[in-house]
């Protein structure tokens, strides 16, 4: 094949792809980016809607009791461990694990800096209890039961998780005993604060916040917008996240909590309230988390609902099958990067008979392209003394042998669409984030060798081979091909890798249709 006859259906495709993702994909941007905070007027407390402003402060007890001692509990699970204190009753770090045949991977999501920087920390409008007792730790065949309790003034408040061993949930229970009714003056609101993870490899990563609104998923991408916002009304789903990991409300029995807000504490990190309703006697509540990784298989586990969160753009569908396809793969294989080079021998036999006919359509359109300049070259040569006669065989010739039709830009028309869902797929994937490869230690970071781009050009210019007289004609297949090594050299391992292997397996095809073709 010659690069001038594949250089217009690849910029075509290039054209036709960046135009649809710039257009459609921009009002799916839009759409998540001017999302608001809308107040839903039903089964909310009209004394709670009346407070306009979002209530960060925490006054945090300083009263221990003398037998008070700080105790980390260390509550181990198949995905991870969270390390929970007697200090807010609360998680003050948290660390994922992943598991291969070689070894196990640690990720830290979330490490305490502080007396207010905690997961589930329980604020009260007054003075809020700080130092906890563990009554009860618990261990269960499918989950970990912890207990905590503390004294405030009128009553007792006590706080009970429940961790699953093999999901990625985490179920609060709080029990207010008070010992008898409060007057209007002493009313109790709650609020629960938890904040969004922290991978610190991933210091410049952007943190998202989401919520479900209408049977629908509402995101902000702007930390600053979304400080002092307020969402009213029943809460059934609400987080955050990073690129890799999630933190979120997932089910609120009794629609316990009435508002929910947020707080920048950094660019890259943020603090969710959950305001409860006013207590004025005893009563208790159970909220359940997901707390883990961004994966389809894990979602389905605690709520579907957050597959949602997973916004690939226009082309989701197709993302979530090839996140699907490569998970598959990989049970098989065992390692990302074999997988990813078996889907891309997938996809390319897939596309086999789409492309099979347009390299005939590309061969039979060059030698139809050959014969018109053969005979506009005798035209011009004929009539070069009758202008006017020149200008009409050439149009006769022109319409005779028509010109190529773009049949042969399928399979590039086909291929591009893959070729960002799968950029999509790969970068955000928990899967693919430090996973190895032979030389390569993270498929979703480049490559530090930059042995793939290299590969990349080799393969480049092996499928596209120059076979124009003119020196500069000639020049063109290596330029484009140190162009696209230009270009991997800053993608991510993972989609270099695919794009080596979709070449290679192009130059295999090439050279098995000549097989044939001396046959």
Same mark, same amino acid.
């Given at each position: 094949?010659?690069?001038?006859?594949?250089?217009?259906?690849?910029?075509? +495709? @290039?054209?036709?792809?960046?135009?649809?993702?710039?257009?459609?994909?921009?009002?799916?941007? !839009?759409?998540?980016?001017?999302?608001?905070?809308?107040?839903?007027?039903?089964? %909310?407390?009209?004394?709670?809607?009346?407070?306009?402003?979002?209530?960060?402060?925490?006054?945090?007890?300083?009263?221990?009791?003398?037998?008070?001692?700080?105790?980390?509990?260390?509550?181990?699970?198949?995905?991870?461990?969270?390390?929970?204190?007697?200090?807010?009753?609360?998680? !003050?770090?948290?660390?994922?694990?992943?598991?291969?045949?070689?070894?196990?991977?640690? /990720?830290?999501?979330?490490?305490?800096?502080?007396?207010?920087?905690?997961?589930?920390?329980?604020?009260?409008?007054?003075?809020?209890? #700080? #130092?906890?007792?563990?009554?009860?730790?618990?261990?269960?065949?499918?989950?970990?039961?912890?207990?905590?309790? *503390?004294?405030?003034?009128?009553?007792?408040?006590?706080?009970?998780?429940?961790?699953?061993?093999?999901?990625?949930?985490?179920?609060?229970?709080?029990?207010?005993?008070? +010992?008898?009714?409060?007057?209007?003056?002493?009313?109790?609101?709650?609020?629960?604060?938890?904040?969004?993870?922290?991978?610190?490899?991933?210091?410049?990563?952007?943190?998202?916040?989401?919520?479900?609104?209408?049977?629908?998923?509402?995101?902000?991408? =702007?930390?600053?917008?979304?400080?002092?916002?307020?969402?009213?009304?029943?809460?059934?789903?609400?987080?955050?996240?990073?690129?890799?990991?999630?933190?979120?409300? %997932?089910?609120?029995?009794?629609?316990?909590?009435?508002?929910?807000?947020?707080?920048?504490?950094?660019?890259?990190?943020?603090?969710?309230?959950?305001?409860?309703?006013?207590?004025?006697?005893?009563?208790?509540?159970?909220?359940?988390?997901?707390?883990?990784?961004?994966?389809?298989?894990?979602?389905?586990?605690?709520?579907?609902?957050?597959?949602?969160?997973?916004?690939?753009?226009?082309?989701?569908?197709?993302?979530?099958?090839?996140?699907?396809?490569?998970?598959?793969?990989?049970?098989?294989?065992?390692?990302?990067?074999?997988?990813?080079? $078996?889907?891309?021998? @997938? $996809?390319?036999?897939? @596309?086999?008979?789409?492309?099979?006919?347009?390299?005939?359509?590309?061969?039979?359109?060059?030698?139809?392209?050959?014969?018109? =300049?053969?005979?506009?070259?005798?035209?011009?040569?004929?009539?070069?003394?009758?202008?006017?006669? @020149?200008?009409?065989?050439?149009?006769?010739?022109?319409?005779?042998?028509?010109?190529?039709?773009?049949?042969?830009?399928?399979?590039?028309? $086909?291929?591009?669409?893959?070729?960002?869902?799968?950029?999509?797929?790969?970068?955000?994937?928990?899967?693919?984030?430090?996973?190895? /490869?032979?030389?390569?230690?993270?498929?979703? +970071?480049?490559?530090?060798?930059?042995?793939?781009?290299?590969?990349?050009?080799?393969?480049?210019?092996?499928?596209?081979?120059?076979?124009?007289?003119?020196?500069?004609?000639?020049?063109?297949?290596?330029?484009? *091909?140190?162009?696209?090594?230009?270009?991997?050299?800053?993608?991510?391992?993972?989609?270099?890798? /695919?794009?080596?292997?979709?070449?290679?397996?192009?130059? %295999?095809?090439? /050279?098995? *249709?000549?097989?044939?073709?001396?046959?």
């Amino acid at each position: 094949m010659r690069f001038k006859d594949l250089f217009f259906p690849l910029a075509l +495709a @290039l054209l036709v792809t960046a135009g649809i993702q710039f257009f459609w994909g921009a009002k799916v941007e !839009e759409k998540a980016q001017t999302a608001r905070l809308h107040e839903i007027a039903h089964q %909310v407390d009209p004394d709670l809607v009346a407070l306009n402003a979002p209530d960060y402060e925490v006054n945090l007890s300083d009263t221990k009791s003398q037998d008070f001692s700080v105790v980390s509990t260390t509550v181990d699970t198949d995905y991870g461990s969270f390390v929970f204190s007697t200090e807010g009753a609360a998680i !003050e770090k948290i660390d994922f694990t992943r598991k291969d045949q070689k070894k196990t991977q640690v /990720f830290e999501t979330f490490e305490a800096r502080g007396q207010e920087d905690r997961l589930f920390l329980l604020a009260f409008n007054d003075v809020t209890p #700080y #130092y906890y007792h563990l009554d009860e730790h618990k261990e269960l065949e499918d989950r970990i039961i912890l207990s905590y309790t *503390a004294p405030f003034t009128g009553g007792t408040v006590t706080k009970e998780y429940t961790v699953f061993r093999a999901i990625n949930k985490i179920d609060l229970k709080v029990s207010m005993d008070i +010992a008898k009714p409060l007057e209007k003056d002493d009313r109790i609101r709650t609020r629960l604060i938890f904040q969004s993870p922290r991978v610190q490899a991933l210091k410049d990563d952007t943190v998202r916040v989401f919520f479900e609104e209408s049977g629908s998923m509402k995101t902000y991408t =702007n930390v600053k917008e979304i400080t002092n916002k307020l969402l009213t009304g029943p809460i059934s789903l609400l987080g955050m996240d990073d690129r890799y990991f999630v933190y979120s409300l %997932v089910q609120d029995s009794g629609n316990f909590f009435q508002r929910a807000y947020f707080r920048a504490v950094s660019d890259q990190s943020l603090r969710a309230y959950l305001q409860s309703k006013w207590i004025t006697s005893s009563d208790s509540w159970t909220t359940s988390f997901y707390v883990g990784p961004k994966q389809i298989s894990a979602f389905s586990l605690v709520d579907s609902r957050l597959d949602d969160i997973l916004d690939y753009g226009w082309l989701s569908p197709l993302s979530k099958l090839l996140l699907k396809l490569l998970g598959w793969l990989f049970d098989y294989v065992k390692n990302f990067g074999w997988a990813i080079i $078996l889907l891309t021998i @997938l $996809l390319k036999l897939l @596309l086999l008979p789409f492309t099979w006919r347009a390299e005939q359509k590309m061969k039979g359109a060059a030698s139809q392209k050959d014969e018109l =300049n053969r005979k506009l070259a005798y035209l011009k040569e004929r009539y070069k003394d009758d202008p006017e006669k @020149l200008a009409q065989e050439r149009t006769e010739a022109m319409r005779k042998h028509g010109m190529p039709g773009l049949g042969s830009c399928l399979p590039m028309l $086909l291929q591009f669409p893959i070729f960002i869902a799968l950029n999509r797929v790969l970068t955000n994937s928990i899967s693919l984030y430090m996973a190895p /490869f032979l030389w390569i230690p993270n498929l979703a +970071a480049k490559d530090p060798y930059y042995i793939l781009p290299i590969l990349v050009v080799i393969a480049i210019i092996l499928h596209t081979p120059s076979t124009s007289k003119d020196p500069k004609q000639g020049l063109m297949p290596y330029a484009m *091909a140190l162009f696209f090594g230009a270009i991997t050299m800053q993608l991510s391992a993972g989609l270099v890798l /695919f794009i080596l292997t979709s070449t290679v397996t192009g130059v %295999v095809q090439a /050279f098995v *249709a000549k097989l044939f073709k001396k046959a």
